[in-house]
C-alpha cells in the first residue's frame, strides 16, 4: 500500500477512528507519567498502609493476619477467648491475643487487601530497598519513591481509568456524545481523583463498583419500562445489584449502607415486582457480607471487629474516645452516650455542608454540579438515577457524620471516611448535563465561541490538576514521618518473630516488615500489660508525628507514668546512666524545658524495662525516639553516633 492509499484510508476509512484512538490512549498515558513524575508520593495514610501490609501477609500465605496491632484488637480477642474457655487458671500463660502467633486482622474488610494480594503475587514484589536503587527510585544517590507504593499507586490509576470509560459510556446512554465527552474528560482531570489513586486507599476500587452499580440499576429502569429479557433478567440483575453493594461493603463497611438506596429504587421504578426485586438484591446482599460478619464474631466477638464501635470515636462526652485512645486502649470503658453521638452527628454534618459539599469533585466549581441535580429532565432513567444519587447523598452524609474518627483529621480529604466523593462522577454528570442545558440558551453569532466556552468551562474545572504540573513540585518522600529507609533500618534491627510498640505501626508493619503495636496509653500499666502477659516488647520507637506535632503535649509529660515523661529522662543529659543518652529531638524549647523536671518524679530511666536509646546513623532523620532492650546496633556492627 503507497503513501497515499494510506492516508485516504485513514480519512475515508476506519483508519481515524484508531487513530484518534491510539492519540487518546497516548494523551492519557503521557498525563498518568506527568503526574506520577510531579506529583506521586509514597503513602502517607494509615489506612493505605494497614492494607498494604495485610495484602503482603496474604499474599505469603499468612492469612488475613496483620504485623499492625491494636491493643483495642487484643482487648477484644482476649474478652472473647474468656468468653469461650473462660479465665485462664493461675500460673497458666495462653496466647489469648495471639501476638505470639498470627495476630488476626479484625480491623479491614477482605475485598481490597485479596486483590493487593493478587496483584503483589502476580508483580512479585521485592519489599527491600536496594542499597543502590536505580535512578527512578532515588535521587542523587538518596531514597525517592519505594516500588511496592508505586506499583499500587499505578494499580489504582488503571482503576479510576475504568471508571472514566464507563461514566463515558453511562452519559453516552443516558444523555449525548457532548455531555459525556466533557464529564469523562472532567472526571480524568480532577486533581482530586489522581491524589486518591496514589494514595493506596480502595477509594478507586469502590468508584469502580458503584460506578458498576449504578449500571445495572440503570437497565433494571429500562427493563422494567420496556421489558425485553423477562422477569428472570430482572432479578438477575437485582441480584447483582445487592451483590455489587455486598462486593463494596466488603471493600469498606461504610459502603453497605448503600443497600437502603438501592432497596428505595427498587421500590420506586420495578412496578408489580418490587418485591421479588428487593428481596433478590437484599438476599445477594447478606449472602455476600454475612459470611465475613460471621468470622468476624467468631474471632472477635463482634460481626465488625475494631471497627464495630467506630460510633464512639470522634465524639465527646462520657462513654466516647477522641484522638487514636480507643484504638490503643487494653482495657476501655465502653459505654453508649446518646446525647454525645447526637453532638458528634450535628457538628460533622455542619462541617460536611461547609467544607465537603462544596467541593465535591476537588474544585470549587463543583458546588455548580450540585445545582443540576434540581433540573428537570425528560427521560424518566435520568428522573431515577437522580433519586438514587440523592438518597445516596443523604444516607451517605448520614454515614460519614457518624462514622468519623481522627484518621479524618490526621489526613484531611484523603482518607478511608471520605465517602462524598464516591458520588462525585454521577453529579460530574448532571452537572455537565446543566451546563449545556444553559449553553443552548445562548444566542452565539459564531460556532467557534460556543467551543471557546466549553474550553473555558472544563479548563477552569481542570485547574487543580494543572497547577500540579507547575513549579513548586512536591517530594515523593512523605517525610515526616514516614521515611522508608528509618523504618526499614529499625525492622532490621529486630527478629521475624519479636514485638516493637510506636505511634506508627502501620508503617513499621509495611516498610519494616516487623511486627508492631500500637502506643498505649500509659508507659507503666497499660505498657507492662502487654509486656508482662502477653509479649515481650523489644523495642519503643516515637516519630516525629508525635515529638514535633501538638500530639506530644497529649503525651503528659509532666505525668510519671506518661511517654512524655520517659521521652523526656531519657533525652536528659543530666541522667545518671552510665551510657550516652543524648538524643537530639527537636528544636523547639519545651523539650529542654520540661526535661529538667524529670529528675523528681520516678527515674524511668532505670526501671522501665527498655534502656538503650539508639541514636540513627548520621545522614538519618534525628527527630526520633528509639529505645531497645539491648545495644542491638552491635549485632550489625551499627554504633549510634557520637
Not at 65 to 92: A, C, I, N, Q, W
Not at 329 to 358: G, T, Y
Amino acid at each position: 500500500m503507497d503513501f497515499q492509499a494510506l492516508i485516504h484510508k485513514l480519512e475515508q476509512g476506519g483508519g481515524m477512528r484508531y487513530f484518534r484512538g491510539g492519540l487518546l490512549v497516548l494523551l492519557i498515558l503521557m498525563l498518568g507519567v506527568g503526574y506520577n513524575s510531579c506529583a506521586f508520593r509514597n503513602m502517607t495514610t494509615q489506612e493505605a498502609m494497614d492494607s498494604a501490609q495485610l495484602a503482603r501477609n496474604i499474599s505469603q500465605g499468612k492469612g488475613f493476619t496483620t504485623l499492625f496491632v491494636r491493643p483495642f484488637s487484643m482487648y477484644l480477642l482476649k474478652k472473647r477467648y474468656e468468653d469461650k474457655h473462660g479465665v485462664p487458671p493461675l500460673g497458666s500463660t495462653p496466647d489469648e491475643t495471639y501476638v505470639k502467633s498470627n495476630h488476626p486482622d479484625t480491623a479491614n474488610p477482605p475485598v481490597y487487601p485479596v486483590i493487593l494480594a493478587g496483584l503483589m503475587k502476580a508483580c512479585r514484589l521485592n519489599y527491600q530497598i536496594p542499597a543502590k536503587p536505580k535512578p527512578f527510585w532515588s535521587s542523587d544517590g538518596r531514597f525517592w519513591r519505594y516500588a511496592p507504593d508505586f506499583v499500587i499507586a499505578v494499580f489504582n490509576q488503571i482503576l479510576l481509568l475504568a471508571v472514566v470509560v464507563l461514566i463515558y459510556l453511562l452519559a453516552r446512554r443516558l444523555f449525548d456524545p457532548n455531555v459525556a465527552f466533557v464529564s469523562a474528560l472532567l472526571l480524568l482531570g480532577a486533581e482530586l481523583f489522581w491524589r486518591f489513586s496514589v494514595s493506596g486507599l480502595s477509594t478507586m476500587l469502590l468508584l469502580l463498583i458503584f460506578t458498576g452499580l449504578t449500571w445495572v440499576l440503570v437497565l433494571i429502569e429500562e427493563e422494567t419500562r420496556e421489558p425485553r429479557r423477562g422477569s428472570a433478567a430482572l432479578l438477575t440483575l437485582a441480584a447483582i445489584a445487592g451483590a455489587l453493594v455486598g462486593v463494596g461493603g466488603m471493600t469498606r463497611y461504610s459502603f453497605g449502607w448503600i443497600i437502603l438506596p438501592v432497596l428505595f429504587v427498587l421500590a420506586l421504578s420495578s412496578g408489580r415486582q418490587r418485591i421479588g426485586l428487593i428481596l433478590a438484591a437484599f438476599l445477594a446482599f447478606t449472602v455476600i457480607m454475612t459470611p465475613w460478619l460471621v468470622r468476624n464474631f467468631l474471632v472477635s466477638g463482634v460481626p465488625f471487629g475494631t471497627s464495630t464501635y467506630v460510633l464512639l470515636e470522634g465524639a465527646e462526652g462520657a462513654g466516647s474516645f477522641t484522638n487514636h485512645v480507643l484504638q490503643r486502649s487494653i482495657e476501655p470503658d465502653i459505654k453508649v452516650n446518646l446525647h454525645a453521638l447526637n453532638q458528634k452527628l450535628l457538628v460533622n454534618i455542619r462541617l460536611i455542608f461547609q467544607n465537603d459539599l462544596p467541593k465535591l469533585g476537588g474544585s470549587w466549581i463543583s458546588a455548580f454540579f450540585l445545582v443540576g441535580l434540581m433540573v428537570s429532565f425528560t427521560s424518566q432513567a435520568v428522573r431515577r438515577l437522580r433519586y438514587f444519587l440523592v438518597s445516596c447523598l443523604v444516607v451517605l452524609i448520614l454515614a460519614q457524620a457518624l462514622g468519623k474518627t481522627q484518621l479524618s483529621t490526621d489526613s484531611p480529604e484523603i482518607n478511608s471516611e471520605n465517602l462524598l466523593v464516591l458520588l462525585a462522577p454521577l453529579v460530574l454528570i448532571f452537572g455537565v448535563s446543566l451546563f449545556y442545558v444553559l449553553l443552548d440558551q445562548l444566542e452565539l453569532p459564531m460556532r467557534e465561541i460556543r467551543y471557546a466556552i466549553i474550553v473555558v468551562f472544563c479548563g477552569l474545572t481542570c485547574l487543580p490538576l494543572i497547577f500540579t504540573f507547575l513549579p513548586p513540585r512536591s517530594i515523593p518522600v512523605a517525610y515526616p514521618p514516614y521515611y522508608p529507609p528509618v523504618l526499614q533500618h529499625l525492622g532490621g534491627l529486630m527478629k521475624q518473630e519479636e514485638l516493637m510498640m510506636s505511634d506508627i505501626p502501620w508503617a513499621l508493619a509495611w516498610y519494616g516488615q516487623r511486627q508492631c503495636v500500637w502506643l498505649t496509653e500509659n508507659c507503666d500499666s497499660d505498657f507492662m500489660a502487654i509486656n508482662d502477659y502477653d509479649k515481650q516488647v523489644n523495642a519503643v520507637y516515637i516519630s516525629p508525628a508525635t515529638l514535633n506535632g501538638p500530639f506530644f503535649s497529649q503525651l503528659k509529660p509532666n505525668d510519671d507514668g506518661s511517654w512524655g515523661n520517659l521521652v523526656l529522662q531519657f533525652a536528659n543529659p543530666r541522667s545518671q546512666l552510665d551510657r550516652t543518652t543524648e538524643l537530639h529531638l527537636t528544636s523547639n524549647p519545651r523539650f529542654a524545658s520540661n526535661a529538667n523536671s524529670g529528675s523528681e518524679k520516678k527515674d524511668l530511666t532505670t526501671t522501665f524495662p527498655l534502656r538503650f536509646v539508639y541514636k540513627l546513623l548520621p545522614g538519618m532523620y534525628q527527630e526520633q525516639f528509639v529505645l531497645l532492650d539491648w545495644e542491638r546496633w552491635r549485632k550489625t556492627g551499627v554504633r549510634p553516633s557520637e
